[in-house]
């Protein structure tokens, strides 16, 4: 029963438990997107996959500006978190919406806050999808700045704007394409390379070769959306078939089931993979 905003249930421990877990999802729905449709409470009673889990203190990677929580929110994210406990390089790969990008931004955020580095350098090939790079107005910071905004979206999400200006400013945090890493040494810092799909093999070996003795090395791509010309191999499909038995470096590979955006996004996945799969059965008949 309730009376006023005060709820009183009855039942055993496991349906209780059970209770608790369906209202902290409910709770923290309405805190992170403000709103609660028939559609997500559905979804969160019929326990669906890509339901965010529940959001224990432990789940909590930071707090962003206004004490927002930043969770680990599926099951593969949360493999993202224990895997980077016990390996320094940890390669995500999975479709889009799946949040890798956005669980490893909040992985190097917490791991800079805690002192654990002393800074984040996030990177990116700047490779065209579809349209010409040099026909964009501006110099080479402002032509560049589209390819790397999914990044400062998700680092907006986890620092207060002033401090994020102030990190950028001093070097603490620093975003830059992937062509800029050659011939450093990265160390004593968490290094994301994101959209890894569109490094080349030559790209990838220079970049896995900035590893400085105390750093945390995370790539993320999603091999269905590679922008390489034809002639040209994936640098991360490349890597991972080479590195997947080596010791230290952990590898998660995410699903649609991992995709917490619009529910539409998933079942635009599930009908290209579909369609991907079908036309590789024709090439063979």
């Known amino acids: 029963m309730s009376r006023g905003n005060m709820i009183k249930a009855l039942g055993s421990d496991e349906d209780l438990q059970k209770l608790d877990d369906f209202l902290t999802l409910i709770f923290w729905h309405i805190e992170k997107y403000n709103s609660l449709t028939l559609q997500q409470l559905e979804r969160i009673a019929l326990g669906e996959s890509e339901t965010p889990v529940g959001v224990a203190s432990s789940d909590i990677l930071v707090f962003g500006p206004g004490g ?6 599926t099951a593969n994210q949360k493999k993202m978190v224990e895997l980077i406990k016990t390996n320094d390089m940890l390669f995500a790969i999975g479709p889009a919406g799946s949040g890798k990008t956005y669980t490893a931004v909040a992985l190097a955020v917490r791991a800079l806050k805690e002192r654990e580095v002393k800074r984040i350098v996030l990177t990116r090939p700047a490779v065209e999808a579809g349209e010409n790079l040099g026909f964009l107005p501006g110099d080479l910071k402002e032509k560049l700045d589209p390819y790397l905004q999914p990044l400062y979206d998700a ?40 959209e890894a799909q569109n490094a080349t093999v030559t790209q990838m070996k220079m970049f896995l070769t900035r590893m400085g003795m105390s750093a945390k090395f995370v790539i993320t791509g999603d091999a269905t959306q590679i922008d390489l010309p034809r002639n040209q191999t994936s640098g991360l499909l490349r890597s991972v078939n080479l590195l997947r038995d080596v010791e230290g470096i952990g590898i998660v590979e995410m699903t649609g089931s991992d995709v917490i955006r619009h529910p539409l996004v998933k079942k635009v996945i599930d009908a290209f993979e ?12």
Do not use: Q
Request: proline share 3%; charged share 35%.
């Open 68 to 73: 927002t929580k930043v969770t680990a929110r």
């Open 155 to 194: 680092l907006m999400d986890m620092i207060p704007y002033e401090k994020l200006a102030e990190y950028m400013e001093k070097g603490v945090i620093e975003i830059a394409p992937l062509a800029f890493m050659r011939g450093r040494t990265l160390d004593k810092a968490f290094v994301i390379l994101d």
């Open 274 to 285: 579909l369609s991907e799969s079908e036309a590789k059965r024709d090439t063979r008949s």
